[in-house]
């Protein structure tokens, strides 16, 4: 059974498959969740990722249900392992937004049906194929030289770097000391034959790149720490000088929610080089495209047993 914890559940050539998938028209797509349900469990709150999950589940033919934080009570009414149990007794794939990325493994590990990451503390796949996508629009992946992205070594950077690594892009990765990225993910992104390299200056880490991403600072779970965070980061602003920096012509791109004056200024969000509004309805195409690819896959598996 295919899960979609970490873009490196998909092999290089899936990733570009996914791709492929996303960019064909809505009107173009496959009824590949025709009479089914998708479970969209969230622990933590969303704007981007329960629309799109919803409305691209709509577009294969499939119907969606969202499950609000304290609706099933996570290993509190009842075990997570329960809950997948009887959600796949309705859905034939369940997605989760969770605080701990354990969570997800439990979930998987069940084998009742696909579990797709909708953000956990360790990784935010679906942004990451968002992301992806809009830099193949914009630039082209075999034509992007350099992804850099400045802030926070989170969920949200591991999966753009992994997602980099797995296409090919070399990527480069401005974070404070304190708050980069540990030797294990750095030894991940090593065996996919990815190209990371990390500083702690926003102006080295920019040179070159054709996209230039962030973050917020403080993110959903950390929000006792947001004091530090915000004096750690001070200096990690996206600012229209450090975009200036950056190769020509590049662009800007944040999973979004933003706090312009934190991580991005606002002149650069709401700039000309700003993607961020294509990158935001890509979670919808992203989405439908993993989605029929999941489904493709669950269908071959049933054949051949
Ligand atoms: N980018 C993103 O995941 O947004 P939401 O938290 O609003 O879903
Ligand atoms: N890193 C952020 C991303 C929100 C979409 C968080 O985990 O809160």
Not at 15 to 38: I, K, Q, T, Y
Not at 187 to 197: I, K, Q, S, V, Y
Not at 221 to 249: H, K
Request: proline share 4%; glycine share 8%.
């Amino acid at each position: 059974m295919r899960h979609f914890l970490a873009v490196d559940d998909l092999s290089a050539d899936e990733l570009r498959w996914v791709l492929d998938l996303s960019a064909r028209p809505a009107a173009a797509a496959p009824a590949a969740l025709e009479g089914s349900g998708v479970a969209l469990v969230f622990e933590k709150a969303s704007n981007r990722t329960r629309n799109s999950m919803e409305m691209a589940v709509r577009q294969l033919g499939g119907h969606p249900v969202y499950i609000r934080p304290e609706e099933v009570g996570m290993d509190v009414r009842e075990t997570a392992e329960d809950i997948v149990r009887t959600l796949a007794c309705y859905h034939t794939m369940i997605a989760a937004r969770v605080y701990r990325h354990g969570l997800l493994e439990r979930m998987a590990a069940c084998e009742v049906a696909p579990v797709v990451n909708l953000l956990s503390d360790d990784a935010h796949p679906c942004q990451a194929l968002a992301d992806l996508l809009t830099i193949s629009q914009c630039i082209g992946l075999d034509r992007t030289e350099r992804v850099a992205f400045v802030g926070d070594a989170n969920n949200v950077w591991r999966s753009l770097a992994i997602g980099c690594a797995l296409a090919g892009i070399p990527s480069t990765l401005a974070v404070p000391s304190g708050y980069g990225p540990s030797s294990e993910t750095l030894d991940r992104l090593g065996a996919l034959g990815g190209e990371c390299t990390v500083t702690d200056d926003p102006a080295a880490a920019v040179v070159g790149a054709d996209a230039v991403c962030t973050d917020v600072w403080t993110s959903m779970g950390q929000e006792d720490e947001q004091a530090e965070r915000l004096a750690a980061f001070g200096a990690y602003q996206v600012t229209p000088e450090l975009m200036s920096q950056a190769a020509d012509g590049a662009i800007f791109l944040h999973c979004l929610p933003a706090h312009r004056g934190e991580e991005v200024a606002a002149e650069v969000i709401d700039g000309p080089a700003s993607r961020v509004w294509q990158q935001a309805e890509n979670r919808m195409h992203a989405a439908r495209g993993l989605l029929a690819f999941l489904a493709g896959q669950a269908a071959a598996q049933g054949e051949a047993s």
